[in-house]
C-alpha cells in the first residue's frame, strides 16, 4: 500500500494553518494572562491618632461588658432593653436580611459545584402521507418515550465562581455586621428615651411642687388683698406666675406619653404606659470613662466592619469582571432510555447517552467586558471612600461623646450649686418681703429663677446621662476582647 504523502501546497497549508493556530493561541494565552492580573485585598492605610483629645489617659486594660448598658445600675433600663432584643421590629428585619445574605452565599458557593437533573418526556407524532420521508409499510403514526439524567458543570479554572464565593461572604458578613449595628443603635435609643422619661418625670414633679407653692402664696396674698395690706398689682403677678407654672404641666405630661409612645415602638409594643417603679432621674450610674481609649476600637465598630466587608466583596467583583476574558469551559452530558414501547424503555439496546465539552473564548465584544471591570474597579474606590469615611466619622463620633461627657458632668455640677444658691436667694427674698424690705416682685423673681434653674438641673443631667449612651455607642459597645488584647501587649 502507498503510503500517503501531501503535496507541497497541502504541506505548506498544513504549516500555515499551524502556525497561525499557535499565533492565535498564544495571543489567547497573552490575554487572558493579562486579565489575570489581580490586585490582592490590603486594608487601606488609614493614619489614625494614638488617642483622643478627651478622655483619661493611661493603658486601656478596662473591659466593657457587651451589655454595657447595666453599668448604669437601673434594673428597669436593663429589663427594657431586653424586651426590644426580643420583640423590636428593626432588629427582625435585620436579622430577616442576614437569613438572605446567607442563602445568596450559600447560592454562590453552590455555582462552584456540578447541577445533575432528572427528566422525562413521552410524545405521540403523525407524519403526512404526502411527505416521501418514508418508504410503503412504514408506520407514519408512533410514540417515542425517553428519560434522562442530565449532568452540566462549568470548569473553575479561573476562580470566577470561588472570587463570587468570597464576595457573598464578604456581604453576608457586612450584613452580619448591620444587624450588630441594628442592635448597638436600638440598645442607645431605648437608654436615650427612658432618661428622657426621668427627665420629664423630674420636670413634672418640680412644676407640680411649685404650683403647690405659688398656689399657698397666692391665696395669702388674696387674704393680704382682702385687708388692703398689698395692692392688685401684687395679687396679679402673684396669679400670672401660678397661671405660667399651670401651663408647664400639661407640656410635660404630653412629652411624657409621647416618650413613652416612643419607646413603646422601640418594645414592640402597642401602646401602653411604661412601668418605671423606683427608678428616678438619680438611680442611673453615671459610669466611668476607662482610661487610655486606643483608637483601635474604632476597627471593631459594626459600622466600620460592615463599610470593609463590602470593600472586600467589592475587590473580589473587579476578578469576577475580569475572568469574563477567559475561555469558559464546560462538560455537559446525559444518560437514560429511549424507545417508542413503553413497556421496552429499560430493554437492552435502548441506552443512550452524550457527553460534551465545550470552550468559548470571547474574541471582541464592543468593550463591554473592559467596561464591566471599569465598572467594577470604580465600584471598589466607591468602597473605599466609604470605609474611610466610617472610620473618620466613627473617630468624630467618639470626640463628640467624650468632650459632652466631660463638660456634661461640669455642666451638671455647676447646675447644682445654682439651684442651691437660688433657694437661699428665694427664702431671703421671702424674709424681705415679709419684713417690708422689698417689693412683691422681687420674690416672683426668685421663685421663677428658683423653678427655671430646676429645670435646667434636670435637663443637664439627663445630658451627661445620654453623653455616656452616646459613648458607648461611638465606641461600639462593650470591648471585652480588645481590652484583653491591649492588656496581654502591655504584660512585659
Not at 121 to 126: E, G, I, V
Request: aromatic share 8%; proline share 4%.
Amino acid at each position: 500500500m502507498t503510503p500517503f504523502c501531501p503535496s507541497a501546497p497541502a504541506r505548506r497549508f498544513g504549516l500555515r494553518a499551524v502556525r497561525y493556530a499557535g499565533l492565535g493561541l498564544s495571543a489567547a494565552v497573552l490575554l487572558t494572562g493579562c486579565a489575570s492580573l489581580r490586585t490582592k485585598y490590603e486594608r487601606p492605610a488609614v493614619a489614625l491618632p494614638d488617642g483622643y483629645s478627651e478622655g483619661p489617659e493611661g493603658a486601656a486594660t478596662a473591659a466593657v461588658p457587651d451589655a454595657w448598658w447595666k453599668l448604669f445600675g437601673d434594673p428597669n433600663l436593663d429589663r427594657l432593653i431586653d424586651e426590644a432584643f426580643g420583640a423590636n421590629q428593626d432588629l427582625a428585619a435585620a436579622a430577616a436580611r442576614v437569613e438572605e445574605a446567607q442563602a445568596l452565599a450559600g447560592f454562590a458557593h453552590a455555582e462552584r459545584y456540578p447541577e445533575f437533573n432528572a427528566g422525562g418526556n413521552a410524545s405521540r407524532t403523525r407524519f403526512s402521507n404526502a411527505s416521501g420521508q418514508f418508504p410503503p409499510g412504514v408506520p407514519l403514526e408512533f410514540n417515542s418515550f425517553r428519560t434522562t439524567v442530565s449532568a452540566s458543570y462549568e470548569f473553575d479554572f479561573w476562580g470566577r465562581f470561588r472570587r463570587a464565593s468570597e464576595a457573598a461572604r464578604a456581604e453576608l458578613l457586612a450584613t452580619e455586621e448591620g444587624r450588630k449595628n441594628v442592635r448597638l443603635a436600638l440598645a442607645s435609643e431605648v437608654a436615650t428615651a427612658w432618661f428622657d422619661l426621668l427627665s420629664l418625670d423630674r420636670q413634672l414633679s418640680i412644676a407640680r411642687e411649685t404650683l403647690g407653692t405659688r398656689g399657698e402664696s397666692v391665696r395669702i396674698q388674696v387674704a393680704r388683698y382682702d385687708a388692703g395690706t398689698i395692692s392688685e398689682l401684687d395679687l396679679a403677678q402673684a396669679q400670672s406666675e401660678v397661671a405660667s407654672t399651670e401651663a408647664t404641666v400639661p407640656a410635660l405630661t404630653r412629652a411624657i406619653r409621647q416618650t413613652e409612645n416612643r419607646l413603646n415602638v422601640l418594645l414592640g409594643r402597642f401602646g401602653g404606659d411604661i412601668e418605671r417603679p423606683g427608678s428616678t432621674l438619680e438611680t442611673p450610674t453615671l459610669p466611668e470613662v476607662p482610661a487610655g481609649l486606643p483608637s483601635q476600637l474604632l476597627a471593631r465598630r459594626p459600622d466600620v466592619v460592615a463599610a470593609e466587608q463590602r470593600l472586600i466583596a467589592a475587590n473580589a467583583r473587579i476578578f469576577i469582571a475580569r475572568a469574563a476574558y477567559f475561555p469558559s469551559i464546560s462538560l455537559t452530558g446525559y444518560a437514560g432510555s429511549e424507545s417508542t414501547d413503553l413497556a421496552d424503555l429499560f430493554a437492552s439496546g435502548t441506552g443512550i447517552w452524550q457527553a460534551a465539552l465545550g470552550v468559548l473564548q470571547p474574541i471582541w465584544n464592543a468593550n463591554r467586558t473592559r467596561r464591566q471591570v471599569e465598572a467594577s474597579t470604580a465600584r471598589e474606590k466607591q468602597a473605599e471612600a466609604a470605609y474611610q469615611k466610617a472610620i473618620q466619622s466613627a473617630f468624630a463620633e467618639v470626640e463628640d461623646a467624650l468632650i459632652a461627657r466631660a463638660t456634661g458632668v461640669t455642666e451638671r455640677e455647676a447646675r447644682a450649686r445654682q439651684v442651691e444658691a437660688l433657694g437661699r436667694a428665694r427664702n431671703l427674698a421671702d424674709l424681705r418681703y415679709d419684713a417690708g424690705e422689698s417689693s412683691y416682685f422681687e420674690v416672683l423673681d426668685a421663685q421663677r429663677s428658683q423653678f427655671v434653674a430646676q429645670l435646667t438641673w434636670t435637663q443637664a443631667r439627663r445630658d451627661e446621662l445620654v453623653a455616656a449612651v452616646a459613648l458607648f455607642k461611638a465606641l461600639g459597645g462593650g470591648w471585652e476582647e480588645v481590652a484583653a488584647e491591649v492588656a496581654v501587649a502591655h504584660t512585659p
